[in-house]
Each structure stands twice: as C-alpha cells, then as structure tokens.
T-cell receptor, first 114, second 116 residues
Framework: QKEVEQDPGPLSVPEGAIVSLNCTYS??????FMWYRQYSRKGPELLMY????GNKEDGRFTAQVDKSSKYISLFIRDSQPSDSATYLC??????????????FGQGTILTVHP | SQTIHQWPATLVQPVGSPLSLECTVE??????LYWYRQAAGRGLQLLFY??????ISSEVPQNLSASRPQDRQFILSSKKLLLSDSGFYLC???????????????FGPGTRLTVT
C-alpha cells in the first residue's frame, strides 16, 4: 500500500463546476499538508498548505484536512478553464529527521471545459 | 523574494553520455535542496536531498549522483546515461530546518531530459 493515494482521474468538468480533489494517507505522523498545481511541462506550483486538521480558504480554493480519517481534500469553486492542470497532494511530518522531505500523491489530471 | 533556476530547460543526450543539470536558488540562505524525477506517470520520485554544503543523501539507488558545491547550488550528474534516465527533473528548495517551521517546498521550472 502506498503511503499516499490519490485518484489519478482524469477528471473533466464544465466551467463553473465545483471540483473536489482528494487524497488518503496511511502515516499518522504526517502533519503538514500541501496542494500543488502543475501545468503541462512546468514545475509544480504551491497552491495551499495546512498544518494539522481543519480548513483553509484562499479565494476559490479550500483545503480541508481530516486527520482522524487520514483524508485531505482540495475544493475549487467556480472552476475555470485556466484551472486545467495536474493537482498533486503532498505531506510530511515534523521533526529534524524528516529534513522537509515530502511524500506526494500520483496527481489528478483536471480538465475544465468551457 | 526567492527564486529558483534550473538549466538547461531541455536536453537530448545519447545513451552512455555524461549528464550535468544545475539548480540555483536566490534570495535565501542555507536552504534544504531536493532533486526529483517525474516520469510519464506523473508521480514525483525523490532522488537526492541536501541540508548543507557537501551533504548529500540518496533516496533511490541509481545511475545518478548529486553534489552541492555551494550553499545555493545543487548539481545532478551521471557518468553514463541510460535510456531509463529519461524524464522531467525538478529541483526544489525549502527553508533550512528550525523547530516549528513549516515545510513548503518550492519547485524550479524543470529540465526535460530525453536519452536516445
């Protein structure tokens, strides 16, 4: 079993739809959770990060962490064609021995069509 | 503000040739640095990380090596490329470790390597 599981999709939605992207994980030591957006042939761009459980909102994006269920989500409201990209979840634990290393999901390909 | 550079952007190399990819970070000191490879399946595989000059840790045994000759410079190398070394290589940085600091990583633009 992989430490982080992410549905690879692809996910295709009409413009204006609410998108839900999800990851599950198995390591209870994970405390920092991130979402990256990656356009084709570009480096990943950090979208959101949260520490421990709870919600965080930034414009049309909401990141949600449920540590009791080991489940994280990214919601995109009023999706736009420019949101079409691969979305990667990433996470790691605290402590000096982790050295900031992240564990990534496989990424979900999202297409928002006009 | 901090910026991260990678070069070259694209590279086509024959099997058996050497490789040198460079990554530099500006606007920060003593960062942690990382090399990833992203194959067609989209997942990111951590290859090497470094917490300081000359300090390299390897995550996956392979045909590649890494070096950090300066605080903000990270180099990925190979003496003889294999077909399986093809992929998208990404460099990333994060703030050097202090207690309670979050762990966001910031990625460079990547180098697309094709081994023929």
């Amino acid at each position: 079993q992989k430490e982080v599981e992410q549905d690879p999709g692809p996910l295709s939605v009409p413009e204006g739809a609410i998108v839900s992207l999800n990851c599950t994980y198995s390591n209870s030591a994970f405390q920092y959770f991130m979402w990256y957006r990656q356009y084709s042939r570009k480096g990943p761009e950090l979208l959101m990060y949260t520490y421990s459980s709870g919600n965080k909102e930034d414009g049309r994006f909401t990141a949600q962490v449920d540590k009791s269920s080991k489940y994280i989500s990214l919601f995109i409201r009023d999706s736009q064609p420019s949101d079409s990209a691969t979305y990667l979840c990433a996470m790691n634990g605290a402590g000096g021995t982790s050295y900031g290393k992240l564990t990534f999901g496989q990424g979900t390909i999202l297409t928002v069509h006009p | 503000s901090q910026t991260i550079h990678q070069w070259p952007a694209t590279l086509v190399q024959p099997v058996g040739s050497p490789l040198s990819l460079e990554c530099t970070v500006e606007g920060t000191s003593n960062p942690n640095l990382y090399w990833y490879r992203q194959a067609a399946g989209r997942g990111l595989q951590l290859l090497f990380y470094s917490v300081g000059i000359g300090q390299i840790s390897s995550e996956v045994p392979q045909n590649l090596s890494a070096s950090r000759p300066q605080d903000r410079q990270f180099i990925l190398s190979s003496k003889k490329l294999l077909l399986s070394d093809s992929g998208f290589y990404l460099c990333a940085w994060t703030l050097g470790r202090t207690s309670g600091t979050s762990y966001e990583q910031y990625f460079g633009p990547g180098t697309r390597l094709t081994v023929t």
